[in-house]
């Protein structure tokens, strides 16, 4: 008998973080599953089932949720540096803004922890950001990538625009 039982909780080297209300989705075996189920709940965590077709999702949803967040965090400090901040003292400015933001989100959900330039409609904001990122294109792209995933999920102003801003090429270049 075989289960697969994955915690949506991310584990480095060195952490030992708590699994109190940690959920694990598990599949598999019906004897397999009701023992995984019960080791779930003896270390505290929440087992919910999840089908073995449904897996990938599942394991790219937690890869949003911590690894690729994770990227974002050090990409944020890249373009910190292009402010004349060096990471680490980043890391430190920024995590208040960062802990509001979590907090903002957790309270509510996406759409009311959104604020910035996009939610405002701040065209001229967004084309500046824009313009200072074409030295730095992988954090450009994860700005222009991140940008359009909130055209599409989260409130905004003057949507068209803003599409239009992020997908214009600079004037007087060709290509990319």
């Known amino acids: 008998m075989v289960a697969s039982v994955h915690p949506m909780m991310t584990f480095v080297r060195g952490s030992r973080p708590p699994l ?4 694990f989705a598990i599949e598999g075996d019906f004897a397999a599953v009701r023992m995984a189920r019960r080791i779930v709940k003896n270390l505290g965590g929440r087992a919910y089932s999840i089908r ?8 790219a949803w937690g890869t949003f949720a911590s690894p ?3 990227a974002l965090f050090a990409t944020t400090e890249h373009v910190a540096t ?19 933001t979590l907090a903002n989100y957790a309270e509510s959900d996406a759409a009311r ?15 500046r950001h824009l313009k200072m990122l074409r030295r730095t294109p992988v954090e450009k792209g994860v700005y222009a990538s991140l940008a359009q995933a909130a055209l599409v999920y989260l409130p905004g102003k003057n949507k068209p625009s803003l599409e239009k801003a992020l997908n214009s ?3 007087g270049r060709s290509g990319s």
């Open 68 to 70: 690729l967040l994770t």
């Open 169 to 171: 090429r600079p004037r």
């Open 82 to 100: 292009a402010a004349g901040v060096q990471p680490r003292e980043a890391k430190r400015r920024m995590l208040p803004i960062l802990i509001q």
């Open 52 to 59: 073995k077709e449904d897996k990938a999702a599942y394991h």
């Open 113 to 127: 922890a959104f604020s910035g330039p996009m939610i405002r409609g701040d065209i001229d904001t967004v084309k």
């Open 20 to 23: 109190t209300g940690v959920p």
